[in-house]
């Protein structure tokens, strides 16, 4: 890369960042490296080789020969820089006893060369900033002995082993990737070739198959971007930018990322944004790019994820540190908490099946992307019913879902999703059977018939042989995003049945217009009129409500694939209910507001 201006301010600040949290774990946790999993210390590892190599780190030069030899204190201990030497020797020694005779670490997922790739991809950026020293002293020179010795020993493991997500295959491409930089063979590299052969599992609109906030931030993206600069395969860097490109428009004010959308466990979180700050800021300043400039400076407002690790890479990327274009990172929308790439007017992720919509303090979010559930609700499906969010400044409607009394078959999850403008329709149709005699030619005389699973349960009752009676619900939700509000339309054919509408606020506001939801504690009810939600000065409002029926439960059911093992996928929040039956429309107008200071 061309030199360019250090931001120094920002480096200062991963650097104070840094020395709090090992100061902190110095302090309180680290006489617990012999019971640390492989990840977690060799975690700990690279942030004590981050620091006490950093001359700006008051941990500077505390390794270099061993223990109590710290050169200056930080906020929380009067010598919190003494011992670093005999720290980085415990994890070391962990690290080693975990390493089985494979070179692979156990731990959960026993000697698995993903997991272990996890733990050497961080021994890789370790052993690089410690070789990079000219004189690294007694203590680091020995860590960066054993650390080349660990690495070493896995590398035939990773280089013949499988993996088991998507994701894994980068990870562990990465890892070997750096290995072969370090400690360069030839079937290291044409393993990463075999690997990059299938293709990154990347979708049309820039998501890959994952569809993950988490994923994408913490493994495909930074491994993408390892293997790009290790194996010299620059168009790997595309890959990232179109990731990254997609995400822009899915940052929310409060330090989030939407991820509703996403086929792995961060579609049940709130996922904090700030693992995305090294990937945006890499790429603004490798390509000086201007929307992801902005990106990265607002990134750079919110508290620092790893910051050790982030000091790590720091160290060994150029990009990261160089000052990011002051003209762009200054650049922010008007009444609007977010910079102004971060908060387009709308967005589509198409393969996700999901919108969004922004109005000055309005934003309203759809999603109807959810997988179909078969066999069950596994790992590695969408799954989340959630198909609503609706936010106006500081309050927060975080979640829509639906729940409808029919033979115990789930929430509304969205089987076919179509946007037409501001609008978007979702749609499911559910059946459920009786099943009839069987013809004579199916029946058995010992009536055993084959076990077998009809979409519901499983019985030995030859499913397939018998005449049944069909009974079917169908449900057509439109969503339509207006200036400051957004209008719910249900609309049900079919069964006659009880239907429960779940809204979920997040917690930190004043409800009004709401009665106590009979047999649901904690929770609301809206019968009549409508009702509030106020957080400071905004708030958002929400009906008409329907009357209480004792037939028709203020409550959300998961269904049968969650409560035949006693489990949920319940959200948590401020809870409000609008119960009814399946016959007709029914309409729910959500509209916000700000008083006046």
């Known amino acids: 890369m061309e030199t360019t201006t250090t931001d120094t301010a920002f480096r200062a600040r991963v650097v104070e960042a840094a020395d709090r949290s090992v100061a902190e774990f110095l302090a309180t946790h680290d006489d617990d490296a012999a019971a640390l999993p492989h990840r977690a210390a060799m975690g700990r590892l690279l942030a004590l080789a981050a620091v006490t190599t950093e001359p700006g780190s008051a941990f500077y030069g505390s390794g270099a020969d061993g223990a109590g030899d710290g050169v200056g204190g930080v906020a929380g201990g009067d010598s919190a820089a003494d011992g670093t030497g005999d720290a980085m020797r415990r994890c070391l020694d962990r690290l080693e006893h975990l390493q089985g005779p494979t070179g692979l670490f156990d731990g959960t997922n026993l000697c698995s060369p993903p997991d272990s790739a996890f733990t050497l991809n961080d021994a890789c950026i370790a052993l690089g900033i410690i070789s990079a020293l000219e004189t690294p002293g007694k203590a680091l020179a020995d860590a960066g002995a054993r650390l080349a010795g660990i690495i070493s020993r896995a590398t035939d493991a990773l280089v013949a082993g499988g993996v088991h997500t998507p994701n894994h295959r980068w990870e562990l491409s990465a890892a070997l990737a750096r290995i072969n930089a370090l400690q360069p063979r030839q079937d290291i590299a044409d393993r990463i070739t075999e690997w990059l052969a299938e293709g990154i599992d990347q979708l049309p609109d820039g998501m890959y198959s994952e569809r993950s906030a988490l994923y994408a931030s913490a493994v495909t993206n930074p491994s993408l971007l390892a293997i790009a600069d290790h194996a010299g395969r620059p168009e790997l860097l595309d890959h990232v930018r179109r990731n990254l490109t997609a995400f822009l428009p899915w940052f929310n004010s409060d330090g989030t990322l939407e991820s509703v959308f996403s086929r792995r466990q961060d579609q049940w979180m709130d996922f904090n944004a ?83 919509f922004r109005a000055g303090r309005a934003v309203t979010t759809v999603y109807g992307g959810c997988d179909g559930l078969v066999p069950a609700v596994v790992s590695g499906l969408a799954s989340n019913p959630t198909f609503l969010r609706f936010a106006h400044g500081a309050a927060v409607l ?15 999850r969205s089987q076919h999703t179509v946007r037409d403008g501001a609008t978007v329709r979702l749609s499911e149709e559910l059946s459920a059977n009786f099943y009839l005699p069987l013809p004579a030619a199916r029946r058995r005389e010992d009536g055993v018939y084959a076990l ?69 504690p904690g929770a609301f009810q809206l019968v009549q009129g409508t009702g509030s939600y106020r957080v400071g000065a905004d708030a958002i409002e929400f009906g008409p409500g329907l009357p209480a029926d004792p037939d028709t439960p203020p409550a959300y059911n998961p269904g049968e694939n969650y409560r035949y093992l006693a489990g949920t996928n319940a959200s948590e929040g401020v809870k409000v209910f609008i119960t009814g039956r399946t016959a007709g429309s029914h309409r729910l107008l959500l509209r916000g507001s700000t008083e006046a200071p």
């Open 398 to 412: 975080s979640g829509v879902r639906l729940s409808r009394s029919f033979f115990d078959l789930g929430p509304f």
């Open 274 to 356: 700030a693992p995305f700050l090294p990937l945006y800021r890499r790429l603004a300043n490798q390509d000086a790019n201007p929307d992801f400039a902005v990106a990265a400076a607002w990134l750079g407002t919110l508290p620092l994820h790893e910051p050790a690790k982030l000091l790590a890479l720091l160290r060994l990327d150029p990009w990261l540190h160089a000052a990011l274009p002051e003209e762009t990172a200054a650049a922010a929308a008007p009444d609007s908490t977010l910079p102004v790439p971060l908060a387009p007017a709308g967005a589509a992720l198409e393969t996700c099946g999901a919108y969004r």
């Open 452 to 520: 077998g699973h009809e979409g519901r349960f499983s019985a030995s009752m030859d499913f397939p042989g018998r005449p049944t009676v069909v009974h079917r619900l169908g449900t057509e939700i439109a969503v339509r995003a207006e200036p400051g509000q957004t209008v719910l339309e249900l609309d049900f054919d079919g069964a006659d049945t009880a239907f429960a509408l779940e809204l979920t606020f997040r917690p930190g506001g004043v409800l009004d217009g709401v009665v106590p939801a009979s047999g649901t």
